[in-house]
């Protein structure tokens, strides 16, 4: 699909993000106003609230973006989500007869201060990166006994914290936690002293389910994506882990990208899941090609300094894709909501350079990285600021997420002592 033009010139830049063919689903406020809904346009915001007031776009009786969220939206489902879609096309496309009523309810993106774009209802964090699953487990329990007689079966999940969920820009505290090392008997209550990211892609459910889903039917629920980095304290996790799996390790923060990408704009890029060396079940199996050709960068930058590029992957890498995470997650009745949160699991590629953590970037801290600065660096630093970005290449354009970051903050004085 070729670019399609916008009156708003800067949406028709190559390097654009937020091209006419992208519409990603924001919230931002300014200056002392409430926050509402807002679609990103170039550099611009589209108020959402202000056109639906103006008449310009009414997809229900009821309003559904003088709201802080976009859950109502969400609620509604595919059908006025396509009926969004083309309204917003046709308001901004080159030409448009509204040109001059919606002009003046542009809002400059530099000006916007950007917030959690939904609700987050729930929040689940998948395992389902097979470069990643496999690093990971060679590291803890050796090449031969990498991955769990199960993970070839199902994509592997957690239930996470929706209260931890931050908007991109928000600082990340550096968590306490127990620390057990091997030279030790007791554990000890310290900051985290091995604190990593995780690259992640997150899909936001949109229409409610009630019962459970197949991979074909789940993938009318998911409403867009968004980046996600799963702070985790790998020390913390190392502990407590066993026989449960992560809690507090991955309960400091999950920071995502403040726009949602819809799925639409998505679709141009489709890519196969991996062949199958194990069959899947049959409320599993791949309906066709289920990931997306997103390139994914991570730059870290030292506090003070300038940023370096640590990661370059592509979302195609993951073994299942979200329809697949949407429907194990519903298997056993579950009712998914919207707002709920899927994590795609750490997207790691085959090469050192495509790794989506410090963990393995490091291995382990074993192989300290080299940053252009010339320092090193194992795992996270207070004062380190780490960015995610990712964008789908287009004919002239790209589908940009926007940027995903935070910065680590020193761990507090110990909660537990005057």
Known sequence: MPLIPSWVDSANAPDCDFPLNNLPYGVFSLAEEEPRCGVAIGDMILDMAAAEEDGLIVLTDEPLFALPFWNDLMEQGPAVWAALRARLTALLARGAPDREAVEPLLVPLAEARLHLPFVVSEYTDFYAGRHHATNVGTMFRGAENALPPNWLHMPIGYNGRASSVVVSGTPVRRPWGQLKSADH?????????????????????????????????????IFGFVLLNDWSARDIQAWEYQPLGPFQAKATATSLSPWIVPKAALEPFRADTPAREVPLLDHLRDDGPGLFDIDLQVTLAPEGQPATTITRTNYREMYFSAAQQLAHHSTAGCPMNAGDLLGSGTISGPGKPERGSLLELSWGGEEPLTLDTGETRSFLQDGDTLTLTGHAQGDGYRIGFGACSGQVLPALKDPYRP
């Not at 992640?200 to 019962?211: H, I, K, N």
């Open 185 to 221: 008997d007791m554990p000890a209550f310290l900051p985290s002293r091995r604190f990593d990211f995780e690259l992640e892609l997150g899909a936001v459910v949109g229409t409610p389910s009630d019962g459970p889903l197949a991979t074909a039917g789940a993938e009318a629920h």
